[in-house]
């Protein structure tokens, strides 16, 4: 007799149902239950994660009366595709439905890998990033963000996160274990309010006997929750870090990014030098320049102080609008000689904006649905 195994949401949360993804080996075990021998559980894991099924229908090493009773109760639980937004610069923007009908979204950036600028489809050569959320809507309230807009319905479960790696993965023709592939979490949400899911999620993403991906291709990017940063530097298995850093004084911050009201930007850039770094590791510090605002040479000068004896890179991101935004993006010339001051004590680079004309860009997510994008059938190829 098989044993209902609920995929449990944080207090406050909405019960998802009975998913299959999202559950680690002894939670299969615990499912089917003492009557079913050791190895079915395996067989599952493997089928879920290895070879990374989409339906009960499609696993063929299990019984059918197992499969049958499996589906009595349970599902795969991939999200469904409810829109598919396709930009100009062959990016992917997909709004997916939970089994709770509250939706997320999902990018897919492919890049070029001997020019490093976006590739549209049919390139020869590509590397792919999947950016996923980590909660739907976010509570953190950054005045630059459209996310920001939503607020917060709820945190999403290990399974739903790694679903959205599946999904996008498979309606790509992608393997997730392909070396060409990353991972962000960078999409809807706060990472670290969710740190629980988001390290069981990177577990599954990571298990050699399962999907199998590396973690220095997997990446958290957090407003900056100092004391769960430390938290994940204690975690056996993690991604690596990006602080989204956007401002060169406390008083900046703090109008950008009101979480810094509760955690300084000194304790911040304290708890980024006590982080415990990989041998093969860097911190990266993402910055958003906004006309005017945060994006003065002196504003540079600034944050090489901050950075300048720390192992890390900046990721520089001129601000990708939307509607309810109030800040401006600056002229190139104004990024380039930011840039060009950082660079001197730090590597600093300049993130492309990608899948801008259909809100998919960095700042962007905010399930936005209109008639002047152009929408493709939803999981189309």
Not at 52 to 57: C, D, F, G, I, Y
Not at 72 to 80: I, K
Request: aromatic share 4%; proline share 6%; charged share 25%.
């Amino acid at each position: 007799m098989l044993q209902v195994v609920e995929s449990q949401a944080l207090a406050g949360d909405a019960l998802v149902g009975h998913a299959l993804v999202g559950m680690e080996l002894p939670d299969l075990e615990k499912l089917l239950g003492p009557n079913q021998p050791t190895y079915r559980a395996k067989q599952l894991y493997d089928a879920l994660y290895r070879r990374q099924v989409a339906s009960l229908s499609e696993i063929s090493t299990l019984p059918q009366a197992l499969k049958n009773e499996l589906l009595t109760r349970n599902s795969v639980g991939l999200p469904s595709p409810e829109r598919r937004f396709d930009s100009s610069d062959g990016t992917r923007r997909y709004l997916l439905r939970l089994e709770d009908n509250r939706t997320i979204e999902a990018v897919l950036m492919p890049e070029d890998i001997d020019t490093g600028t976006a590739a549209p489809e049919g390139a020869a050569r590509c590397r792919y990033t999947i950016c996923i959320s980590s909660q739907v809507g976010c509570p953190v309230d950054c005045k630059f963000c459209l996310t920001a807009l939503m607020g917060l319905e709820r945190n999403l479960t290990a399974g739903e996160i790694v679903g959205q790696v599946l999904f996008v993965a498979r309606a790509n023709g992608l393997k997730a274990t392909d070396t060409r592939l990353n991972v962000v979490m960078m999409g809807m949400g706060e990472p670290l309010l969710n740190l629980d899911n988001v390290l069981k999620a990177t577990r599954l993403l990571t298990d050699r006997a399962g999907i199998g991906m590396s973690e220095k291709r997997i990446t958290l990017s957090t407003s900056g929750i100092v004391p769960k940063i430390s938290e994940l530097g204690r975690a056996a298995v993690r991604p690596k870090l990006a602080i989204s850093l956007n401002a060169s004084t406390e008083e900046q911050r703090r109008q950008l990014m009101p979480i810094t009201r509760k955690y300084h930007l000194a304790d911040l850039m304290e708890a980024c030098r006590a982080y415990p770094l990989r041998p093969w590791e860097k911190l990266t510090f993402e910055y958003v320049l906004l006309r005017g605002v945060n994006d003065t040479d002196a504003d540079a000068k600034r944050v090489v102080r901050l950075l300048g004896n720390l192992n890390c890179k900046v990721n520089l991101i001129a601000l990708n609008p939307g509607p309810g935004i109030p800040f401006e993006t600056p002229d190139p010339e104004r990024v380039a000689s930011f840039q060009s001051i950082i660079r001197r004590a730090v590597p600093c680079f300049v993130r492309k904006p990608r899948g801008r004309d259909i809100f998919a860009a960095c700042g962007q997510l905010k399930r936005v649905s209109t008639d002047l994008l152009e929408i493709a059938p939803a999981g189309a190829s």
